[in-house]
């Protein structure tokens, strides 16, 4: 099936769709709409309403609907990514942020609630979804966000910018050291996918940076073990450590962090989908238990 020229907005609309639900696109009305709406850009609930009317399909929507059936990220055709209140520049290079990232944030923005000028740490930053995240949301924090990949990097220095985060260039398994033991919460959402389970979607096994993806190791514990070691350096006494991780490494996670001898109130989160996402701790060295 191709797209017709000449359609109306509905009939074009309705043809994407399923032109994108025939690719496999997992929602394709809504993507279809979405797409239709990056080019007017009159909102969602506006473009619904001039669906049901005759207005004209938008100059340019074939070729864009044509892009997301060969499986290019919404995002990556769009250039942005909504994640919590923000609005991130996201394009190639760059792990697009996940909604179910979005609830371990609450838990940082939760913990902070009490604290006065919290010193936030964001490990993999990314396109910078938590570090800004937490920067709008707790507005007397002082976040820094520490990012590997060069090409991340520059996406999130893009975003983080206006929002003040101190981004560094860096290996979160060193990153930081001038300020080791200083901070009150340590967040990371690290790489850690097992080496084996390769993702079945196009759009993130064709077009989500490989090392936002593996997190080292036949079970993709390294990255995630070296984050909580990290924490453990960088975490003031009763500061809060959380991480996002796979749901089949909550067990793994959670004995590592009992067994280190410096964590208490080790605690499984479960995100939207009830799936045993993050595990949070707080840091009590031996002489603080
Ligand atoms: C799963 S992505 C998460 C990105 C972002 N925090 C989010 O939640 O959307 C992991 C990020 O960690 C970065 N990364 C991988 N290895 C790293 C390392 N050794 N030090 C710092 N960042 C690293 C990747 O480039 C990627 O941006």
Request: hydrophobic fraction near 45%; avoid cysteine; charged fraction near 20%.
């Amino acid at each position: 099936m191709t797209l017709g020229t000449g359609l109306s907005l509905a009939e074009a609309v309705r043809e994407a769709t399923e032109l994108l639900a025939h690719a496999g696109v997992p929602s394709p009305r809504v993507d279809a709409e979405l797409l239709a709406d990056h080019l007017l850009g009159v909102g969602l609930g506006r473009l619904r309403a001039m669906l049901l009317g005759d207005s004209p399909e938008p100059d340019g929507y074939a070729d864009l609907v044509a892009e997301r059936a060969r499986r290019v990220p919404l995002q990556h055709i769009t250039g942005v990514a909504h994640f919590r209140y923000l609005q991130l520049a996201v394009g190639p290079g760059v792990f697009i942020p996940r909604p179910e990232t979005e609830s371990v944030v609450q838990l940082v923005i939760d913990r902070l609630a009490e604290t006065h000028r919290p010193k936030v740490a964001d490990l993999g930053t990314g396109s910078g979804a938590i570090a800004g995240s937490i920067a709008h949301e707790v507005p007397d924090a002082e976040v820094h966000a520490v990012e590997f990949s060069e090409f991340a990097h520059a996406w999130a220095a893009r975003n983080l910018a206006p929002l003040g985060v101190k981004l560094v260039r860096g290996d979160l398994r060193d990153a930081l050291q001038e300020h080791n033991g200083t901070f009150d919460v340590v967040i990371s959402n690290p790489p850690y996918i097992p080496a084996e389970a390769v993702p079945n979607e196009p759009e993130v096994a064709l077009h989500d940076p490989p090392e936002a993806l593996y997190g080292g190791g036949a079970d993709g514990m390294e990255l995630p073990t070296a984050a909580a070691a990290s924490a453990a350096r960088l975490l003031v006494p009763g500061g809060y450590f959380v991480m996002e991780h796979a749901e089949v490494q909550a067990g793994w996670i959670a004995a590592m962090l009992r067994a280190g001898g410096v964590w208490s109130e080790v605690t499984t989160h479960l995100d939207l989908n009830g799936k045993e996402r993050a595990t949070s701790a707080v840091f009590t060295p031996l002489s603080n238990a």
